[in-house]
């Protein structure tokens, strides 16, 4: 059974705090993805990673950066946590476009 | 302003009633992805559509793709409150490696 696990399923940090946000895959898969998920505005891309140690911003990276490593874990980086990046945060992992995208079960992320 | 609109954002409906959802853009696609999200989890792939006018179908559920390639549409008959999820459309334009989702159309289906 193929899988996507993230870290941690609920965060609770402080303003200014750094914060890491983990997703590891176990499906051998290139293409490794981060959202952030909002009402009313869906799933929106922050970065993505098509290789080890190579990254692509999204449509929303300003205040956030990423790392991969080992091609099974991509990792999500808040440099200075602050009171609008509270959201969902969804890790995914896929081959090309057409092909599946396999979702974690997400973090949901309260800056206090 | 959404590259994919999704319409309606919210749908509450009686089992057993007929629905549509629509994703909409004035871009070309090469493919069109329907994903169902249930609170708590993740979304998860319900179908993918490649070619223009095609029409896919998962047991209760309908999918078009529209013939110019930039709509679809998820039916489904006689909805069931298992239905009861967030559906998400998303697309593949050209050489681009990701996909772009749509804002989501939340369906609770009441027993």
């Known amino acids: 059974d193929v899988k996507v696990t993230q870290s941690s399923r609920y965060l609770v940090k402080r303003t200014g705090e750094k914060v890491f946000l983990e997703c590891v895959q176990d499906m051998d898969h290139e293409n490794m993805f981060w959202y952030r998920q909002d009402p009313g505005l869906g799933l929106r891309l922050i970065y993505f990673?098509?290789?080890?140690?190579?990254?692509e911003k999204g449509d929303i990276p300003e205040g956030y950066s990423v790392s991969r490593e080992k091609k099974e874990r991509f990792s999500l980086i808040l440099e200075s946590a602050s009171t609008n990046q509270t959201s969902m945060y969804l890790c995914a992992s896929g081959g090309t476009p057409q092909e599946t995208q396999y979702f974690g079960p997400g973090t949901r992320l309260l800056v206090l | 302003t959404q590259l994919l609109e999704q319409s309606p954002q919210f749908l509450s409906i009686q089992e057993g009633e007929n629905l549509t959802v629509y994703c909409n853009s004035s871009?070309?696609?090469?493919?069109l992805q329907w994903y169902r999200q249930e609170p708590g989890e993740g979304p998860v792939l319900l179908v993918t559509v490649v070619t223009g006018g095609e029409v896919k179908k998962l047991k209760r559920l309908t999918f078009q793709f529209g013939d110019a390639r930039k709509d679809s549409s998820l039916h489904i008959t006689a909805a069931q409150p298992g239905d009861t999820g967030l559906y998400l459309c998303?697309?593949?334009?050209?050489?681009?490696?990701?996909?772009?989702f749509g804002s989501g159309t939340q369906l609770t289906v009441l027993p």
């Open positions: 990673s098509y290789d080890v140690k190579m990254k």
């Open positions: 871009s070309v696609f090469s493919s």
């Open positions: 998303a697309g593949a334009r050209g050489s681009a490696r990701q996909l772009t």
